[in-house]
Protein backbone atom coordinates (compact mmCIF):
# COMPACT_ATOMS: atom_id res chain seq x y z
CA UNK A 1 0.00 0.00 0.00
CA UNK A 2 1.45 3.28 -0.99
CA UNK A 3 -0.59 5.09 2.03
CA UNK A 4 -2.75 4.49 5.25
CA UNK A 5 -5.16 7.69 6.13
CA UNK A 6 -6.48 8.17 9.21
CA UNK A 7 -8.40 11.63 8.86
CA UNK A 8 -8.95 11.73 13.07
CA UNK A 9 -6.24 11.57 15.38
CA UNK A 10 -8.84 12.21 18.08
CA UNK A 11 -11.89 10.97 19.16
CA UNK A 12 -13.85 11.75 22.34
CA UNK A 13 -17.04 9.72 23.03
CA UNK A 14 -19.46 9.20 25.68
CA UNK A 15 -19.47 5.92 27.07
CA UNK A 16 -21.79 3.46 25.92
CA UNK A 17 -22.65 5.63 22.58
CA UNK A 18 -21.06 4.12 19.10
CA UNK A 19 -18.02 4.80 17.51
CA UNK A 20 -16.52 4.81 14.03
CA UNK A 21 -12.88 5.41 13.15
CA UNK A 22 -12.34 5.79 9.98
CA UNK A 23 -9.49 4.43 7.56
CA UNK A 24 -8.93 4.81 3.61
CA UNK A 25 -5.81 3.58 1.85
CA UNK A 26 -4.04 3.62 -1.65
CA UNK A 27 -3.03 0.87 -3.60
CA UNK A 28 -2.50 -0.26 -7.06
CA UNK A 29 -2.89 -3.76 -5.94
CA UNK A 30 -4.78 -6.28 -3.59
CA UNK A 31 -4.33 -5.61 -0.11
CA UNK A 32 -4.63 -7.29 3.44
CA UNK A 33 -5.98 -4.39 6.45
CA UNK A 34 -5.38 -4.53 9.73
CA UNK A 35 -6.65 -2.56 12.82
CA UNK A 36 -4.24 -2.90 15.98
CA UNK A 37 -4.85 -1.31 19.41
CA UNK A 38 -2.22 0.49 21.50
CA UNK A 39 -2.78 0.81 25.05
CA UNK A 40 -0.08 3.33 27.28
CA UNK A 41 3.05 1.89 26.99
CA UNK A 42 2.51 -0.96 25.47
CA UNK A 43 2.68 -2.51 21.83
CA UNK A 44 0.32 -3.52 19.36
CA UNK A 45 -1.93 -5.72 19.67
CA UNK A 46 -4.47 -7.14 16.70
CA UNK A 47 -7.78 -6.40 17.06
CA UNK A 48 -8.96 -7.47 13.65
CA UNK A 49 -7.79 -8.33 9.99
CA UNK A 50 -9.52 -8.72 6.54
CA UNK A 51 -7.53 -11.44 4.38
CA UNK A 52 -9.94 -12.43 2.04
CA UNK A 53 -13.70 -13.34 1.76
CA UNK A 54 -16.48 -11.70 3.87
CA UNK A 55 -15.55 -8.37 3.60
CA UNK A 56 -17.14 -7.48 7.25
CA UNK A 57 -14.96 -9.22 9.99
CA UNK A 58 -15.50 -8.96 13.34
CA UNK A 59 -13.39 -8.73 16.62
CA UNK A 60 -14.19 -10.37 20.26
CA UNK A 61 -14.63 -7.81 21.78
CA UNK A 62 -17.60 -6.47 19.76
CA UNK A 63 -15.59 -4.13 16.92
CA UNK A 64 -16.33 -4.48 13.61
CA UNK A 65 -14.80 -3.55 10.34
CA UNK A 66 -16.06 -3.61 6.67
CA UNK A 67 -13.61 -3.19 3.80
CA UNK A 68 -15.24 -0.97 1.11
CA UNK A 69 -12.68 -1.63 -2.11
CA UNK A 70 -14.93 0.82 -4.27
CA UNK A 71 -14.39 3.64 -1.92
CA UNK A 72 -11.09 2.01 -0.86
CA UNK A 73 -12.10 2.09 3.24
CA UNK A 74 -11.78 -0.14 6.14
CA UNK A 75 -13.68 1.96 9.12
CA UNK A 76 -13.92 0.35 12.83
CA UNK A 77 -17.10 0.53 14.44
CA UNK A 78 -18.06 -0.46 17.92
CA UNK A 79 -21.91 0.09 18.68
CA UNK A 80 -21.71 0.93 22.01
CA UNK A 81 -18.48 1.67 23.90
CA UNK A 82 -16.71 0.87 27.43
CA UNK A 83 -13.98 3.03 29.41
CA UNK A 84 -11.53 0.20 28.68
CA UNK A 85 -11.99 0.64 24.71
CA UNK A 86 -9.88 3.58 25.57
CA UNK A 87 -6.66 3.18 23.89
CA UNK A 88 -4.87 4.39 20.50
CA UNK A 89 -5.99 2.70 17.35
CA UNK A 90 -3.99 2.38 14.39
CA UNK A 91 -5.31 1.26 10.99
CA UNK A 92 -2.58 -0.89 8.42
CA UNK A 93 -2.43 -2.35 5.41
CA UNK A 94 -0.16 -4.95 3.31
CA UNK A 95 -0.06 -5.49 -0.22
CA UNK A 96 -0.24 -8.87 -1.53
CA UNK A 97 3.43 -10.52 -2.03
CA UNK A 98 4.60 -7.86 0.04
CA UNK A 99 6.65 -7.72 3.15
CA UNK A 100 6.18 -4.19 4.29
CA UNK A 101 3.10 -3.13 6.90
CA UNK A 102 2.02 0.49 6.07
CA UNK A 103 0.50 2.09 9.51
CA UNK A 104 -1.73 5.16 9.77
CA UNK A 105 -1.09 7.96 12.20
CA UNK A 106 -3.33 6.52 14.56
CA UNK A 107 -6.41 7.68 16.03
CA UNK A 108 -7.02 8.57 19.78
CA UNK A 109 -10.29 6.63 21.22
CA UNK A 110 -11.00 8.83 24.46
CA UNK A 111 -14.22 7.50 25.91
CA UNK A 112 -15.99 10.14 28.54
CA UNK A 113 -18.00 8.55 31.46
CA UNK B 1 0.01 -12.38 25.54
CA UNK B 2 1.65 -12.43 22.01
CA UNK B 3 4.30 -14.48 22.81
CA UNK B 4 7.25 -11.96 21.69
CA UNK B 5 9.44 -10.47 24.13
CA UNK B 6 11.69 -7.58 23.52
CA UNK B 7 14.48 -6.07 25.71
CA UNK B 8 15.45 -3.97 27.41
CA UNK B 9 12.42 -2.09 27.75
CA UNK B 10 13.44 1.17 28.18
CA UNK B 11 17.14 2.88 27.00
CA UNK B 12 19.26 5.97 27.32
CA UNK B 13 22.00 6.53 25.07
CA UNK B 14 24.28 9.30 23.92
CA UNK B 15 24.47 10.77 20.49
CA UNK B 16 26.86 8.87 18.25
CA UNK B 17 26.78 5.74 20.80
CA UNK B 18 25.80 2.44 19.01
CA UNK B 19 22.68 0.56 20.37
CA UNK B 20 21.63 -3.11 19.79
CA UNK B 21 18.17 -4.09 20.93
CA UNK B 22 16.60 -7.91 20.64
CA UNK B 23 13.90 -9.55 20.39
CA UNK B 24 12.85 -13.15 21.40
CA UNK B 25 10.25 -14.96 19.07
CA UNK B 26 7.82 -18.18 19.14
CA UNK B 27 9.20 -21.17 17.82
CA UNK B 28 8.08 -21.73 14.43
CA UNK B 29 8.07 -17.78 13.63
CA UNK B 30 10.57 -17.59 11.14
CA UNK B 31 9.79 -14.48 10.40
CA UNK B 32 10.83 -11.14 12.29
CA UNK B 33 9.90 -7.36 11.35
CA UNK B 34 11.26 -4.06 12.97
CA UNK B 35 9.68 -1.12 12.94
CA UNK B 36 10.38 2.79 14.72
CA UNK B 37 7.33 4.28 16.39
CA UNK B 38 8.25 8.21 17.44
CA UNK B 39 5.85 9.76 19.31
CA UNK B 40 2.18 10.48 18.08
CA UNK B 41 3.00 8.68 15.13
CA UNK B 42 2.42 5.50 13.62
CA UNK B 43 5.16 2.80 13.44
CA UNK B 44 7.71 2.84 10.11
CA UNK B 45 8.46 -0.47 8.96
CA UNK B 46 12.77 -0.41 9.20
CA UNK B 47 13.29 -4.26 7.39
CA UNK B 48 12.34 -7.97 7.63
CA UNK B 49 13.91 -11.14 8.08
CA UNK B 50 13.12 -14.26 6.92
CA UNK B 51 14.79 -17.71 7.69
CA UNK B 52 17.80 -15.44 9.08
CA UNK B 53 17.90 -13.29 5.57
CA UNK B 54 16.86 -9.69 5.01
CA UNK B 55 14.02 -10.30 3.07
CA UNK B 56 12.50 -6.22 2.96
CA UNK B 57 13.40 -2.87 4.05
CA UNK B 58 12.45 0.83 4.62
CA UNK B 59 13.49 4.04 3.99
CA UNK B 60 16.59 3.55 6.76
CA UNK B 61 19.87 4.48 6.62
CA UNK B 62 22.69 1.61 6.33
CA UNK B 63 23.40 2.47 10.03
CA UNK B 64 20.37 0.19 10.84
CA UNK B 65 21.46 -3.32 10.66
CA UNK B 66 19.75 -6.26 11.43
CA UNK B 67 20.40 -10.20 12.49
CA UNK B 68 17.97 -12.79 12.95
CA UNK B 69 19.19 -16.37 14.45
CA UNK B 70 18.36 -19.98 14.35
CA UNK B 71 17.01 -20.00 17.64
CA UNK B 72 13.74 -17.46 16.98
CA UNK B 73 15.85 -14.68 18.37
CA UNK B 74 16.83 -11.24 17.03
CA UNK B 75 18.71 -8.27 16.85
CA UNK B 76 18.29 -4.47 15.82
CA UNK B 77 21.25 -2.57 15.73
CA UNK B 78 22.07 0.97 15.46
CA UNK B 79 25.06 3.19 14.51
CA UNK B 80 25.96 6.58 15.08
CA UNK B 81 22.67 7.38 16.86
CA UNK B 82 20.77 10.56 16.26
CA UNK B 83 18.29 12.30 18.32
CA UNK B 84 16.36 11.59 16.18
CA UNK B 85 16.15 7.83 16.67
CA UNK B 86 14.46 8.72 19.94
CA UNK B 87 11.17 6.08 19.35
CA UNK B 88 9.67 3.11 20.50
CA UNK B 89 10.96 0.15 18.62
CA UNK B 90 8.74 -2.69 17.88
CA UNK B 91 9.56 -6.55 16.75
CA UNK B 92 6.67 -8.52 14.89
CA UNK B 93 7.25 -12.18 14.20
CA UNK B 94 5.27 -14.71 12.40
CA UNK B 95 5.14 -18.26 10.88
CA UNK B 96 5.23 -16.85 7.05
CA UNK B 97 7.31 -15.24 4.29
CA UNK B 98 5.03 -11.84 4.14
CA UNK B 99 4.19 -11.95 8.03
CA UNK B 100 0.67 -11.48 7.21
CA UNK B 101 -0.34 -11.76 10.70
CA UNK B 102 2.50 -10.41 12.65
CA UNK B 103 2.48 -10.78 16.81
CA UNK B 104 4.17 -7.49 18.07
CA UNK B 105 6.52 -7.44 21.12
CA UNK B 106 5.94 -4.57 23.94
CA UNK B 107 8.47 -2.55 22.39
CA UNK B 108 11.56 -0.80 23.41
CA UNK B 109 11.63 3.12 24.19
CA UNK B 110 14.82 4.19 23.13
CA UNK B 111 16.11 7.72 24.12
CA UNK B 112 18.87 9.44 22.72
CA UNK B 113 20.21 12.51 24.47
Known amino acids: AQSVTQLDSQVPVFEEAPVELRCNYS??????LFWYVQYPNQGLQLLLK??????LVESINGFEAEFNKSQTSFHLRKPSVHISDTAEYFC???????????FGTGTRLTIIP | ETGVTQSPTHLIKTRGQQVTLRCSSQ?????VSWYQQALGQGPQFIFQ???????GRGNFPPRFSGLQFPNYSSELNVNALELDDSALYLC????????????FGQGTRLTVV
Open chain 1, 50 to 55: YLSGST
Open chain 2, 49 to 55: YYREEEN
Open chain 2, 92 to 103: ASGPDKFNTEAF
Open chain 1, 92 to 102: AARDFGNEKLT
Open chain 2, 27 to 31: SGHNT
Open chain 1, 27 to 32: SSVSVY
